[in-house]
């Protein structure tokens, strides 16, 4: 009954997936180029020309920022009273700051010549999540975003994980930060007079490390390994989460007993490489690739992964040594990724949707708040979902009454140019966009 | 219906009357006629892991004060910063104070050392569990409240069960039909000429996840265009922010008598890691949103609070012993908090399991003393009718001894 993809389909199924939505420019260009080809030009992003989204971008204020400028430039509102600022607290304070992310993500989930990477730097921003509302968080993911997340996003997993074990946005938002050896209580107070805080561990990180970054809830830990973990990683802390924020390893807060984590032991003596140990050992641990690879293969093929994909990416995973380039490249390249029953099977989460409307529409957008609200309401506010575990990646979890009216509603303003900011370039009938087929890729 | 029936009753009553029988057999048809008008369960669900220990306190329990140097409520006395004494052994968060008039005049009922029994300290799987009532069991197809629904009263009202968040929650998740809404008034077109069309070609679509979610909400769009001019406003001021937002409209669909059974909300934040607070702070700010939504969404209910019930959930409860960072982490057994006409309030339920090390669950959190599946399912039968408790909760065999939680 399910018969083969014809090579029209399998175009259009390809940019599905690897991009926010197939438009007739891609289309045209992967039928002249192939899909081999244009796959091998995607997976090298730095070699895309990408001016046309630059552009756009240097409208936004912020994304170029340090930590340090933007704590200063869009201090908390309590701050600015002191300093006597009274502009509006939205244009100067860390809520615009957010704002310039969410922009910037839309932006370039829109208008990127690099639709692959895009794609990619979204998996893994809501896999390593952050929650950019969580107090000094609201400075951090500007760099979190750019400094972290990026420049890894197509590189080696074990340099992703460890780049976000060291990020102040990851720091401060799991905690680890204040994780600190239970030993250090007994200290004197600190040179500036103030007295020492109340230590002990706090596993917060450790507990995600493992169940959400690498092996998987079900991936053979257990709570004595959690605990372990934390006491690895105390001291890898934040110099001035507020200001001038940097990772910093403070030797003095370091729990320096044995630890023993997954059965492997962890010499007594050790200091910051406690933590570079966990971080090697997770990040090649099998499980980890099993749960990555399951979780790419949900990401690209189907809500319920194929064993035999899974175990085929994982394969790529570990003789790569955690490649993700290479994974991604076997994941959309194998047989069941143009399976028949993998065409049209996912569904479009919010940012999908609405990036690949507007990519259908060749819409001229700023994505300002009036097109950002739309995706707070489908359910995914960018940047801003509160638990560790990010937002959900099936079907089901997207589509309810309520997010489908949104949907439907979006799709007819975006149509009838109601969106302020934004204008269609091309004539699309909204029923087409609000319809059940546009919902899914 | 009701009016013309209830007034037949009660003329039958007089007729008794007269004949010199004993009236309370009137009197009990009389209120049992009251009483079927809608059963109503609202569940808020506290995504995070409340801190049961910080929020009820079992200031009798010198424990509790060595666990907690830092973050400990003092026990009950004068003043904000003190615990509210319940009964001489537990007292309230003083942020959830505004709670101690609902639990005097017996309306709300607290279970100490509650939850779901599984180990796991994941969020995520926990809330699942939770969520699925399956504790342990990650393949179940439903959540619990969806079952509870499949099997009770007409299945096609698009109003039984509406969760007040943008995205269906698991527990509603199911074959039976679920809303979900913001709001009453956001929830319309922005153009009606479209959705004839459009509720067509969702109907024919073939694709079963969208055909069920356009269904529910043409239909539900329907009903409530008829009836959208005589849904009340909200009589009591609630908090400001969603949560608050998500309990007036609760309420304001119950007052509109368009057949809710079901209705979900939650409330998130309580992931409290570090500086979690005592008297006043972070976990503070949540517990006052959490009982002053409570405590207007009773007000503003009035007697029709005879009819609901309503219970919280959260995934797990959090370490007995206070981390290094003033904070606490993921732990076991928690608080429910249970509000309605028909609870037995005024008291707190559940076998205090103590907090010395050698009674600790895994040597760190509060132990379980009763599964919430027990709450939950005392106040499906007792308050919903409902009679099939093994299919909502398969596996699951409800204590002997009923809790007493609801009359």
């Known amino acids: 009954m399910a018969t083969a993809l014809t090579q029209e389909q399998k175009i259009t199924h390809f940019l599905n997936r690897a991009s926010f939505g197939a438009t007739r420019e891609e289309t045209e260009k992967v039928a002249r180029i192939g899909i081999p080809a244009y796959l091998e030009e995607q997976l090298y992003p730095e070699r895309i020309p990408d001016a046309p989204v630059e552009e756009k971008l240097k409208g936004l204020k912020t994304v170029h920022l340090s930590s340090k400028d933007l704590f200063e430039l869009y201090p908390p509102p309590n701050q600015a009273k002191a300093r006597g600022l009274t502009v509006s607290s939205l244009m100067q304070g860390p809520r615009y700051v957010i704002l310039e992310l969410q922009q910037a993500r839309l932006l370039r989930a829109v208008y990127s010549q690099r639709q692959l990477y895009e794609m990619v730097v979204d998996f893994w921003t809501n896999h390593f999540n952050v929650f950019a509302a969580k107090g000094a968080d609201r400075w951090l993911v500007t760099s979190y975003d750019r400094d972290t997340i990026r420049p890894h996003a197509l590189g080696r997993f074990r340099e992703l994980l460890l780049a976000t074990a060291q990020s102040p946005a990851m720091l401060f938002y799991l905690d680890n930060w204040l994780s600190v050896s239970p030993e250090a209580s007994a200290r004197p107070a600190t040179t500036n007079g103030q007295p020492p805080a109340r230590r002990g561990i706090n596993e917060n990180y450790a507990r995600e490390l493992l169940e959400l970054h690498t092996l998987g809830v079900d991936g053979g830990y257990v709570q004595k390994d959690v605990e372990e973990v934390a006491r690895c990683f105390t001291g890898w802390t934040i110099r001035r989460p507020r200001g001038d924020a940097e990772f910093r390893f403070e030797p003095r807060l370091h729990d320096r007993g044995e630890k023993t984590v997954l059965g492997t032991r962890i010499p007594a003596g050790g200091g910051m490489e406690d933590g570079i140990k966990v971080i090697d050992l997770v990040a090649r641990h099998p499980s980890t690739a099993r749960f990555l690879a399951t979780k790419l293969v949900r990401r690209f093929v189907a809500d319920d992964p194929p064993p035999p994909l899974v175990m085929q990416a994982a394969e790529v995973f570990r003789q790569s040594d955690g490649d993700i380039k290479a994974v991604v490249r076997a994941i959309v390249t194998a047989p069941d990724f143009y399976a028949p029953q993998a065409f049209a099977a996912k569904v479009k989460k919010p940012l999908e949707f609405v990036a690949s409307a507007l990519r259908t529409v060749a819409a001229d957008t700023d994505a300002a708040p009036p097109l950002l609200r739309y995706l707070a309401r489908m359910g995914e506010p960018l940047f801003l979902a509160q638990p560790p575990t990010g937002y959900p990646d099936i079907g089901p979890s997207w589509i309810s009454p309520d997010t489908l009216l949104t949907r439907m509603n979006f799709a007819v303003d975006l149509a009838s140019n109601r969106i302020p900011g934004t204008r269609a370039g091309r004539e699309v009938d909204p029923l087409v966009l609000a319809g059940p087929e546009f919902q899914r890729r | ?407």
């Open chain 2, 1 to 407: 219906m009701a009016f013309p029936r209830r007034l037949f009753l009660k003329n039958a009553g007089l007729a008794l009357l007269a004949l010199g029988l004993p009236p309370s057999f009137v009197v009990r048809a009389a209120e049992g006629k009251k009483s079927n008008r809608g059963k109503i369960l609202v569940v808020v669900f506290q995504r995070g892991g409340m801190d049961g220990l910080n929020a009820v306190i079992p200031f009798k329990e010198p424990a509790y004060y060595s666990l907690r140097p830092s973050i400990a409520i003092s026990e009950p006395a004068s003043g904000d910063e003190r615990a509210v004494d319940l009964d001489g052994f537990y007292a309230l968060h003083p942020a959830l104070a505004q709670l101690k008039g609902l639990f005097e005049r017996r309306r709300l009922a607290i279970i100490h050392a509650t939850g779901s029994p599984d180990n796991t300290r994941s969020h995520f799987d926990a809330q699942d569990y939770m969520e699925l009532g399956t504790p342990g069991v990650k393949n179940t197809p439903d959540g619990w409240l969806s079952r509870c629904l499949t099997k009770n009263g007409d299945a096609a009202a698009p109003f039984r069960a509406v969760a007040l968040t943008a995205r269906l929650p698991r527990i509603l998740a199911g074959s039976a039909r679920a809303l979900t809404m913001t709001s009453v008034e956001e929830f319309r077109f922005r153009n009606e000429s479209f959705a004839t069309t459009l509720q067509k070609l969702y109907a024919t679509s073939g694709d079963p996840l969208m055909q069920g979610g356009a269904k529910s909400l043409f239909e539900g769009m329907a009903v409530l265009k008829k009836i959208a001019d005589s849904i009340p406003s909200a009589t009591e001021s609630y908090p400001a922010g969603r949560f608050g937002g998500s309990l007036r409209e609760i309420s304001r669909l119950i007052k509109a008598d368009i057949g809710l059974e079901i209705a979900f909300t939650e409330i998130e934040g309580w992931d409290t890691h570090a500086n979690q607070g005592g008297p006043s702070g972070q976990m503070a700010n949540r517990l006052k949103e959490l009982a002053e939504g409570l405590s207007a969404f009773y007000g503003d209910l009035g007697d029709r609070m005879e009819d609901v019930v309503l219970i919280t959930l959260s995934e797990f409860g959090r370490t007995a012993r206070e981390n290094g960072n003033r904070g606490t982490d993921h732990g076991h057994a928690n608080v429910m908090f249970v509000l309605g006409g028909s609870v037995k309030g005024g008291k707190v339920y559940g076998r205090w399991p103590g907090l010395e090390p050698e009674v600790l669950y895994e040597g760190r959190d509060l132990n379980l003393t009763t599964d919430f599946r027990a709450v939950c399912g005392e106040i499906l039968s007792r308050h919903m009718g409902q009679k099939d408790l093994d299919r909502v909760f398969p596996g699951y065999k409800l204590p002997a001894r009923p809790l007493g939680i609801v009359a």
